[in-house]
């Protein structure tokens, strides 16, 4: 499978320009798979989250492909992995611009389950200090707020809306 994988995702494209993008959902086992297929010989995956297509983007595209600058021989495919593209508005449009071709790979996790682990997450990297009840009741309330900071950290239940999230990829590319 990997390896048809591998043969689809290189056709017409530069060295080191990414073939995929695994795009969440955020706590839906991304890094699991970021982990499976970094341990495949022919595929190359930054260590840490680039963020180039939310948070990066004005570093500009070479900036971005400089992130997937192994040019070992073994490697066919590179690749990466940001949960957060998923959720982000801009996001898809920004991927479509610079790589129309591209793969995206979709996780997703029950969206109540999801939600918990999501609050969790955040508790334990100090963003949270509500308890869980409370933090959902005050989620809509916070994501009107202007702050960036609640769309990314604050964002349990409305993160499993997905099919609002998929519409906006599907609006650019194709299901293929």
């Not at 530069?14 to 699991?32: L, Y």
Request: net charge positive; with cysteine; glycine share 4%.
């Amino acid at each position: 499978m990997i390896l048809t994988f591998i043969t689809k995702c290189n056709r017409g494209k530069e060295m080191n320009d990414p073939d995929f993008i695994i795009c969440g959902a955020q706590k839906a086992g991304t890094t699991s798979l970021l982990r499976y297929l970094r341990s495949h010989p022919e595929i190359f995956m930054p260590n840490k989250e680039v963020h180039f297509f939310d948070r990066n983007y004005l570093k500009g595209l070479e900036w971005y492909k400089s992130q997937f600058a192994d040019n070992s021989v073994s490697i066919k495919v590179y690749g990466e992995k940001c949960p957060e593209y998923m959720y982000l508005e801009n996001v898809p449009e920004r991927i479509y611009q610079n790589f129309p071709n591209i793969k995206l790979i979709f996780i997703l996790r029950n969206p109540l389950e999801r939600a918990y682990s999501g609050y969790w997450h955040e508790v334990k990297n100090g963003r949270e200090n509500l308890p869980f009840e409370k933090a959902i009741k005050k989620e809509e309330e916070r994501l009107k707020s202007e702050e960036a900071y609640c769309k990314i950290h604050c964002s349990y239940i409305d993160r499993g809306k997905y099919i609002e999230q998929l519409k906006r990829f599907e609006y650019y590319f194709s299901k293929d």
